[in-house]
């Protein structure tokens, strides 16, 4: 994945930290700076099913699940499954659809299944959501429901690349033209047993204490109108194994929960003045420098 997201480390590791984690990544920054080869090099790497969802305002929920259409031979209605029965859905620009139409992503996204017609089907293992989004000043786009966000393990963001990688980017090949030379390294099996193996990485007691006093903490600021989910607090727990994990430890430490909280917990704040995430973020890294680190 290095080698077409350049210069870009970390940003690889939250979406690979965000998979082992059986979670879902939000990528929220300016068009062009890689969002959208960011989740195709994550899909080109691993041998799991992909699709890309185009996200428009006339866009319907039946475009994302799939329909039910009748059979004139069978006499019978019968489904025919949309782009999220993959293993990997891109829900590109994710923002300039409507409400409605996000509301489609939210049983598949907490609980790996989507109900049509009072049939309910099972998605694919392993299974994934990578939505991109403008910032919300943008013209055209429509705020993220506040379940829709807490839905997403991650929010991250790419920003510019510096001078050096940069300039790398418009000398080589178009990033396009690079996915089409890269191959899978993993396979889905891999994936699910390395999931697997992330969920056994060992949390002392005294760090679950310690992550737990940064989510109770974001519902008592005084800038905070609603804090930290339990479902928030899962997550992070989750990144924290995985992130472990990765690193290619059998346990976790500190620095995995300091480096993470503001990642997996910006976005889940809603603030009493401001709306944008950057301000929740940098709320989340003020309550992890005046937190105690247990020893």
Known sequence: MDSVIRGKGTAVKMAIVTMLGRGNLLIEDVPGVGKTTLAYALAKSTDCSFQRVQFTSDLMPTDIIGISVFNQE????????????????????????????????????????????????RL???????????????????????????????????????ARFEKMAVLEKPSFQLLETM???????????MQKEADNTVVDDSLVDYLMQIVAETR??????????????QFFLK????????????????????????????????????????????????????MPVPV
């Open 74 to 121: 069978t006499r019978d209605f019968e489904f025919r499954p949309g782009p999220i029965f993959s293993n990997i859905v891109l829900a590109d620009e994710i923002n300039r659809t409507n409400p409605k139409t996000q509301s489609a992503l939210l049983e598949a996204m907490n609980e790996k299944k989507v109900s049509v017609d009072r049939k309910t089907f």
């Open 124 to 162: 694919p293992e392993p299974f994934m959501v990578i939505a991109t989004q403008n910032p919300i000043e943008y013209h055209g786009t429509f705020p993220l429901p506040e379940s829709q966000l807490d839905r997403f393990m991650m929010h991250i963001k790419l920003g510019y690349p510096s």
């Open 183 to 193: 191959g899978p390294v993993v396979t889905k099996n891999d994936i699910l047993i």
């Open 220 to 233: 008592r600021h005084d800038k905070v109108r609603l804090g930290a989910s339990t479902r928030g607090a």
């Open 239 to 290: 990144a924290v194994k995985a992130s472990a994990y990765y690193e290619g430890r059998g346990y976790a430490i500190p620095d995995d929960v300091r480096e993470l909280a503001p990642l997996v917990l910006g976005h889940r704040l809603i603030l009493k003045t401001g709306r944008y995430m950057s301000d929740a973020e940098a709320i989340v890294n003020e309550i992890v420098e005046h």
